[in-house]
């Protein structure tokens, strides 16, 4: 393990996928050494897509390529519009007015005037950068990688959203499922969890103990968990409905943890929506906190993430490497995560919600055994090795076509 301080090497994944797939790694990344590549997003915390390239670009710059991660910036009203295209792209509605695509595309621009961007490189994440494209020259491919659920896009804002999207060389969205029809070749890349963090390394006992006595998160009877933005696709009152009914059959305490990303702003109204649920038994925590995030994932006798829509969930890979079973709702990339029955459970309802917490607080062996395949399966599948290896190699499956003599 590195000191503080002290960049993760990607040798130190060594101890979990092999020295073989160390060694093709860095092979691939030799390859490109010295390349310039920028990651654009709009938030540096809060939701899925932060949480990925805080380690990725620190990986990518370990391996000699020179890799920068942007931000936008974007007033309020700015990123309540986004919000809207986000839950549009989830398949809601929106009113797609003149005045919304002005403001969105008029702090685009602004943003492209204060970043130079003329890597070799350069992907953009998610839909709230995407116009960015439209005010550079470019001086090598454009790539924009969707995290969003596109199970059923809205059309409107799909057509709107694709005069941007078709400039770009190519998109990544997380499942084949997603593909959507264009122009522009699309790649799957399914997320992936950093085993080194705060929030996924093992914690002491006494360092798991001390941040739930923080917050007074007692621990006398089993703890349910789900952590997630306040977002009304997580379903967090689901979860509480849920919760209530297994209740009535065994005891626990149910914990839904959250933290309000900067680029939304609807996280506030749903976390006040909740606050009437509150009990002794139900705690209810706007923080962020991300050893909390690790105490709870890894104390939890079950963690729910009962979303309605979800891109991928890291916060179910996350549980799941803490050998902690998760009860998912079957939709999006949980259902390539958790294998029904096998190393979690998939639900479509409150009531199967409720039904699997009862089984696995009442069956500690099937919380074992369902934990210990979970962990497995994140360490053949989902740790930031594999993500990276897909990053080396579609950046370096361009042809230099844009390169300046
Ligand atoms: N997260 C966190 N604190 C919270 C809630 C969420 O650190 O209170 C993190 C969580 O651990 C995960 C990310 O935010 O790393 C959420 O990613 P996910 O893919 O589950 O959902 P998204 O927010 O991107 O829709």
Same mark, same amino acid.
């Given at each position: 393990m590195s000191g503080h301080g002290q960049m993760v090497q990607v040798e130190e994944y060594e101890r979990f996928v092999g020295a073989e797939t160390v060694q093709r790694v860095k092979e691939k990344a030799r390859a490109l050494r010295g390349l310039r590549v920028a990651h654009v997003n709009? &938030? =540096?915390? #809060? #939701? #899925?897509v932060a949480e990925m390239l805080a380690p990725l670009t620190l990986l990518m710059n370990s391996l000699g390529i020179k890799t920068e991660w942007r931000v936008i910036q974007g007033s309020p009203d700015f990123f309540s519009i986004t919000k809207k295209m986000h839950n549009a792209l989830q398949g809601g509605d929106i009113n797609l007015s003149e005045l919304k695509r002005e403001i969105y595309e008029c702090v685009v621009y602004d943003n492209s005037i204060r970043n130079d961007l003329d890597h070799d490189r350069i992907v953009v994440h998610d839909p +709230? %950068? @995407? %116009? @960015?494209?439209?005010?550079y020259e470019k001086k090598g491919p454009w790539v924009w990688r969707c995290h969003v659920d @596109? &199970?059923? %896009?809205?059309s409107e804002m799909w057509s709107y959203l694709s005069s941007f999207i078709e400039k770009y060389d190519a998109v990544i969205v997380? @499942?084949?499922? =997603?593909? +959507?029809?264009?122009?522009t070749p699309q790649v799957f890349f399914m997320p992936a969890i950093d085993p080194f963090s705060i929030k996924n390394r093992e914690l002491t006992e006494s360092e798991r103990q001390s941040r739930l006595d923080y917050y007074g998160i007692p621990t006398d009877l089993p703890l349910v968990t789900q952590v997630s933005r306040f977002d009304s696709w997580k379903d967090p009152e689901g979860v509480i409905r849920a919760f209530k009914l297994a209740r009535e059959e065994v005891d626990a305490t149910l914990v839904l943890l959250g933290d309000v990303a900067?680029?939304? %702003?609807?996280g506030e109204k749903v976390y006040q929506s909740l606050l009437?649920? !509150?009990?002794e038994r139900i705690i209810i925590l706007a923080r962020q906190d991300t050893a909390l995030v690790n105490a709870l994932q890894s104390r939890s006798a079950v963690v729910v993430?009962?979303?309605? !829509?979800? #891109?991928?969930?890291?916060t179910v890979t996350e549980a799941m490497w803490k050998a902690t079973p998760v009860v998912g709702g079957n939709v999006g990339g949980i259902k390539y995560q958790i294998e029904d029955g096998v190393n979690g459970y998939l639900v479509s309802s409150v009531e199967e919600a409720a039904q699997r917490i009862v089984q696995l607080l009442k069956d500690e062996e099937l919380r074992q055994a369902m934990g210990q395949k979970a962990r497995e399966s994140v360490r053949e599948r989902f740790l930031m090795i594999r993500l990276l290896e897909q990053y080396l190699d579609l950046l370096g499956s361009f042809e230099t076509t844009y390169r300046i003599p």
């Open positions: 709009s &938030t =540096y915390y #809060g #939701g #899925g +709230q %950068p @995407l %116009p @960015l494209i439209n005010h @596109l &199970t059923s %896009p809205n997380t @499942l084949e499922e =997603y593909a +959507q029809q264009l122009q900067t680029d939304d %702003p609807e009437d649920y !509150r009990e993430q009962k979303s309605i !829509r979800e #891109g991928f969930g890291l």
